[in-house]
Nanobody, 127 residues
Framework: QVPLVDSGGGSVQAGDSLRLSCAAS????????MGWFRQVQGKEREGVAV???????NYADSVKGRFTISKDNGAGTLYLQMNDLTSDDSAVYYC?????????????????????WGQGTQVTVSS
C-alpha cells in the first residue's frame, strides 16, 4: 500500500485558514474511507472529518461549518480546508485510510478501523 504523506500544517493566528493535504493513491481514494484525525499531547486521538469512497462526509461537531474534507481521486490527494481557526484546533493532524475488501461507506469518526496513517502535521493557532 502506498504510504500516506500529510502536509500543510503551520503556525497561524486565530481566524486564519489552512489547508492540509494528504498524498495517497487514486486506488486508495476510490476504495477506502479517508479521514482526518487530530491529537493533542496527553489526550486521545479524535476524529475530525471523514469521507467515504463515494464522497459522503461526516464532521465532528466542533468543526462543522468551519472545516471541509475533500478529495481528488485522480490526483490521489485528500484535503482538509480549515477556516476560522481557534486555539482549540491546535494539534497534530493525521490523515488515515480505512481499507477493506469492498468500497468503504462508513462515516464513523472512530479511530479504530483506520489501518494506515500519515506521519502527522502540526497545526498551531495563536489567539
Amino acid at each position: 500500500q502506498v504510504p500516506l504523506v500529510d502536509s500543510g500544517g503551520g503556525s497561524v493566528q486565530a481566524g486564519d485558514s489552512l489547508r492540509l493535504s494528504c498524498a495517497a493513491s487514486a486506488f486508495t481514494l476510490r476504495r477506502d474511507c479517508m479521514g482526518w484525525f487530530r491529537q493533542v499531547q496527553g489526550k486521545e486521538r479524535e476524529g475530525v472529518a471523514v469521507i467515504t469512497s463515494t464522497g459522503s462526509t461526516n464532521y465532528a461537531d466542533s468543526v462543522k461549518g468551519r472545516f471541509t474534507i475533500s478529495k481528488d481521486n485522480g490526483a490521489g490527494t485528500l484535503y482538509l480546508q480549515m477556516n476560522d481557526l481557534t486555539s482549540d484546533d491546535s494539534a497534530v493532524y493525521y490523515c488515515a485510510s480505512r481499507s477493506q475488501l469492498s468500497a468503504c461507506e462508513d462515516v464513523s469518526l472512530r479511530v479504530d478501523g483506520y489501518n494506515s496513517w500519515g506521519q502527522g502535521t502540526q497545526v498551531t493557532v495563536s489567539s
